[in-house]
Structures are given as structure tokens and as C-alpha cells.
């Protein structure tokens, strides 16, 4: 699949990105992608224009277009759960009909904006309020998609947070529910319970922690409880009003759902005229998706970089690094995003793949990585492409010295990665502080930065919720574009299922009323050794 680019990369020789830039100092203006105000560079990178033309050769030899339309038209494009594939409908604010099975799903998914436009008002304007009074905190209980969504949203967002407290729970572990509901007023806390299927072990556990701490606290769950679900007969059995259930479809995926009634507890804290503009950043992303040509498409050249990286150069992972502190939760959010998506080892019809087919996503905001991780990354003999984000602007116009500081690293550690330090410059420095001999060669060469190592800037005025919304779409679609490409499945995750089913049977053999014989020695001795503690 890949030979044309295998076939170039062989043929790249020790050729240097800032070889590149020698030849063509402009190139940025050819190697990058602008939306808007919005800019992707991949100029610091080593694909070149026969590169791109081999890369975006894959996009029609996979049928990316075809595959992209049936998306946006509700196909049953999730073959293995025969669903289609629709979160795009949720932002699709002024657009036309979706059709699925025959039906125009938009007419619903307006109705449920509504609601909850109109749940959130009332609840920040203190008509909705709990036993005590109008309500101060928001305890949202969700995991993964119905956790990390609106979790970094809600911190990405906060200079425009002026409504209620808002806090996420998620780990089963007690100590997360401890600790985030001490100090909270129980009768004046709404919690919701967020959960595609409302079966999940860690949510419903939280959920029934929380409702008896409520009920001890003289708060009151029938006026303190929402759910948000697909499985209303679910949220009804465990008690929640009708009226406080926010429903949404099978065809709008727990990783890409936040743009939904999962994305209640960012509309509450920010109101919903700012998730509004969330949704429109998320829709304007689409429409420059399903129109742009593929070398002028944000999300393909950013998908295409990345299978140039991960596929044809093989480097294992990608870092993704914003120099934002509001999107230190970013880095997580892509993690189940694109490794749920497109951690996969068969192709869509079941056929073994011959590698990998998405890479192991990480990362930290700046510059806090700096002084931790970047040293592997800027001398390890692994290379990492870096992903960078960067505002041009931040919120806080009197503490305009901290970002251009913010900047200046951001800037550096992209240059520092490309350019490198040579032997030569390396043996200078060490010169000028007196080494001499060998041991000025044995200093110089700790000196040395090999350089050459690629990394893309997306750069935007400032991180508004119009823009949030725009990089959440541009990443979902970059994973998809990766997962046509590649000839998966990018919507289910079967690989969360076996872990699953083995700690519902190891339930009773960590509670001790069944024997933990017929495990494993290792899995019986770490039981044995938990019992023996207790
Ligand atoms: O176990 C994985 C997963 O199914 C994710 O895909 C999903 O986002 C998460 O669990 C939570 O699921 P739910 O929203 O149904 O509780």
C-alpha cells in the first residue's frame, strides 16, 4: 500500500529539513493549511511536494471522499455495531437534514439542544435549584467519553466560566469521589450522571455513592439528580425524573460525543451561548472538511503527516503539545480519541493488518514538558514528532510578558528540533568553558542534538470556544482520514471488552466468596495477598 512512499523515504538519504528551508526559505507558505484565522504548519517537516503527492495519492486510492460523505450522510459506516457514524449531526446548527434509516435525525437532536438550553439557564439562573438552594457545584460522574470531553473543555474554557462550580469524577477507586465531593454542599450540588449505556461499573458505582451522600446531607436526588444517556429506560429505573434525562442516539460515538447532551456539565459552567459557539467551531471544521481540496484540508494534511510519520518513517508515537495550560487535558482527550479509534490489528473486513495502524499519542502542556520529557525528545534515540499548539494571544492582557515567554519556548523547541546542535558547535561551546583533549571530546559529544526531528504548529489567535470547537473537530477527523486510509474500523473499541468481563469474574474472588483457583498463579497470589491485608 504504502510503496510509492516507502520507495521515497528510502530515497531521503540523510537529506536535512532545514535543507529545505535553504532551498525554499517561502516554504512554509506551500507546507501549511489555513481555516479562518487557523493555521497548520507542517513546513518543519521532511515532506516535500513529491512527498504530499504520493500522501495524497493514498486519500484516492482509499476512496477517503466517498467514505467522508458516507459519514456526514448516517451510512452504517461502524460496520461491526452496523452504525452510522452521526456526532457531526449534533453540530450541524444551520445545516440540512441527516437521514438515518429513513428518518431526519436533526429535528431531535435541535429538540435536545433545547432542552438543554433550557435546563442549564435555569439551573445558572437559580430557577432549577436543590433542597438548600441554588446550586453551586456540578459533580459530573462519566467515564472516558463521558468524562474527558467536557472535563478538558470545561478547564479549556474557563475564562468564560460564570456559571456553577463544576467537578468530574471517573475512577472507580473511592479516593476520586472522596475527595471531590468533601467540601461540597449536598443540598445544593447537582450531579449528573453521564453514561452512553448507564451500565458502566465504574459510573453506576459513583452514581449510587453519590445519591447516598446526597440523601445523608439532606439533599434531594429526585431534584439534584440529570442523567445523560441512550438508555432512558435505564436512568428511569435508577430514579431521575424524566425531565432532568438528556437522551441522545447509538449513532453518536462515547468518544466523540461531548458535543451532545454529554457536554452538559460545559454548558452549565460556560452557558449556552458559548457552547453554541463550541458547536459552530466543530461545524465550521466540517463543512471545510467535506469541501476543501485534500492538499488545502486541515484534517487531511494533518492525518497525512501523521501516516507519513507513523506508517512510512516508523517513529512508534506522537507527542501533542500545547503550550496552553487551559488544554493540559487536551493530550488525555486525544489519547482515547485516537487510540480507541485507531488502536486496531485487523483491517475492516477482519484481515490481519501488516502494522500498526495509529500510534501511541501522549503528551503535557508546555513548558512543563520542557523540563521533563523533552530531553529524550531532543537526544533519544527515538524520534517523536511533535504536535505544538499555540495561541497567539492569551486571556490575561496584564500577564502579557508570561506569553510572550510562552511563545519565544514554544518557537524554540520547534527550531531547537530541527536545527539541532552539530559536533562542531558542540565542541566551541565546550572550548569556551575550558575543556580540553578528550575530555573536551567526551563533553562536546553529550552536547550534540542530532536535530533533523520534524514537528507541525497549529497556531490560532487566542483559544475561544469557537476554536476549541474547530481543534476537537479537526482531530476527529484527522483519526478518521488515519483509519480510512488504513482500512479500519476507527468507531468501535471490542479492545476494552475482555478486561471488562475478566474483573466482573474476579468480583467475587477479590470479595473472597469464590476461590481464586482457577486463575493464574500470578492473578491468585496478588488476590492472596490482597485478602491477607485486609
Ligand atoms: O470502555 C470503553 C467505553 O465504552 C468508552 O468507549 C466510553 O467512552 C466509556 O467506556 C464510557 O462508556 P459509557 O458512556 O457507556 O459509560
Redesign the pocket.
Known amino acids: 500500500m504504502f510503496h510509492d512512499l516507502n520507495a521515497l523515504h528510502a530515497g531521503l538519504g540523510g537529506r536535512r529539513i532545514v535543507d529545505l528551508f535553504a532551498s525554499d526559505p517561502d516554504r512554509v507558505a506551500g507546507f501549511s493549511v489555513q481555516l479562518g484565522e487557523m493555521l497548520l504548519d507542517y513546513s518543519k517537516t521532511q515532506v516535500d511536494a513529491e512527498v504530499r503527492a504520493a500522501l495524497v495519492a493514498l486519500c484516492d486510492r482509499a476512496g477517503l471522499a466517498a467514505r467522508r460523505d458516507a459519514m456526514f450522510s448516517g451510512a452504517p459506516i461502524n460496520e461491526t455495531e452496523g452504525r452510522a457514524v452521526l456526532h457531526t449531526a449534533l453540530r450541524n446548527l444551520d445545516g440540512g437534514p441527516v437521514w438515518v434509516d429513513g428518518a431526519d435525525v436533526m429535528p431531535g437532536v435541535r429538540a435536545t439542544l433545547d432542552r438543554m438550553r433550557a435546563f442549564a439557564g435555569a439551573v445558572r439562573s437559580g430557577r432549577i435549584a436543590g433542597a438548600g438552594g441554588g446550586f453551586t457545584d456540578v459533580v459530573n460522574i ?7 470531553g467536557p472535563a478538558m473543555a470545561v478547564l479549556a474554557l474557563a475564562p468564560y466560566h460564570d456559571g456553577p462550580r463544576c467537578h468530574f469524577v471517573s475512577n472507580v477507586d473511592g479516593a476520586h469521589i472522596a475527595d471531590t465531593l468533601r467540601g461540597l454542599d449536598p443540598a445544593r450540588t447537582l450531579v449528573i450522571v ?7 461499573i ?2 453506576m458505582t459513583n452514581a449510587r455513592t453519590a445519591r447516598d451522600w446526597m440523601v445523608a446531607g439532606g439533599g434531594d436526588p429526585a431534584r439534584q439528580f440529570a442523567a445523560v ?2 438508555a432512558e429506560d435505564r436512568t428511569a429505573a435508577f430514579g431521575i425524573p424524566a425531565g432532568h434525562v438528556f437522551g441522545f442516539a447509538d449513532w453518536v ?3 466523540y ?1 461531548m458535543w451532545g447532551p ?1 457536554g452538559l456539565s460545559l454548558m452549565l459552567a460556560v452557558g449556552p451561548e458559548d457552547f453554541d459557539a463550541f458547536l459552530r467551531g466543530g461545524q465550521a471544521m466540517d463543512r471545510h472538511f467535506r469541501t476543501a481540496p485534500w492538499t488545502q484540508n486541515m484534517p487531511v494534511m494533518l492525518a497525512l503527516v501523521g501516516i507519513w510519520h507513523h506508517q512510512i518513517c516508523g517513529y512508534p508515537s506522537r507527542a501533542v503539545l500545547p503550550y496552553d495550560q487551559r488544554l493540559a487535558r487536551l493530550p488525555a482527550y486525544f489519547q ?1 480519541l485516537e487510540m ?1 479509534s485507531n488502536g486496531k490489528s485487523v483491517a475492516m473486513d477482519g484481515t490481519p493488518l501488516a502494522q500498526a495502524a495509529g500510534p501511541i499519542v501522549w503528551g503535557e502542556p508546555g513548558t512543563n514538558g520542557q523540563h521533563a520529557f523533552y530531553q529524550l525528545i531532543h537526544q533519544g534515540k527515538q524520534v517523536v514528532p511533535c504536535e505544538f499548539m499555540l495561541a497567539a494571544r492569551g486571556h490575561e492582557p496584564e500577564l502579557a510578558h508570561h506569553h510572550r515567554l510562552l511563545v519565544a519556548n514554544c518557537l524554540a523547541q520547534s527550531e531547537a528540533l530541527m536545527r539541532g546542535r552539530p559536533l562542531e558547535a558542540a565542541r566551541r561551546i565546550v572550548s569556551g568553558k575550558g575543556f580540553e583533549g578528550a575530555e573536551l571530546e567526551r563533553q562536546a559529544r553529550h552536547r550534540v542534538f542530532e536535530g533533523n526531528r520534524p514537528s507541525t504548529t497549529l497556531i490560532y489567535p487566542k483559544l475561544t470556544p469557537g476554536v476549541l470547537g474547530a481543534i476537537i473537530a479537526l482531530y476527529e477527523h484527522r483519526v478518521f482520514v488515519e483509519g480510512v486510509i488504513m482500512g479500519i474500523n476507527s468507531f468501535d ?1 471490542w479492545g ?2 475482555l478486561g ?1 468481563e475478566l474483573a466482573t469474574s474476579l468480583g467475587p474472588i477479590v470479595d473472597g466468596t469464590e476461590s481464586a483457583a482457577a486463575k493464574d498463579g500470578s492473578t491468585a497470589a496478588l488476590v492472596a495477598y490482597v485478602l491477607r491485608s485486609r
Open positions: 462519566g467515564i472516558g467519553g463521558s468524562d474527558l453521564a453514561s452512553k449505556t448507564f451500565t458502566t465504574e459510573t444517556s441512550t460515538g462515547g468518544r460525543s454529554i482515547q480507541e473499541q476494552v471488552e471488562k
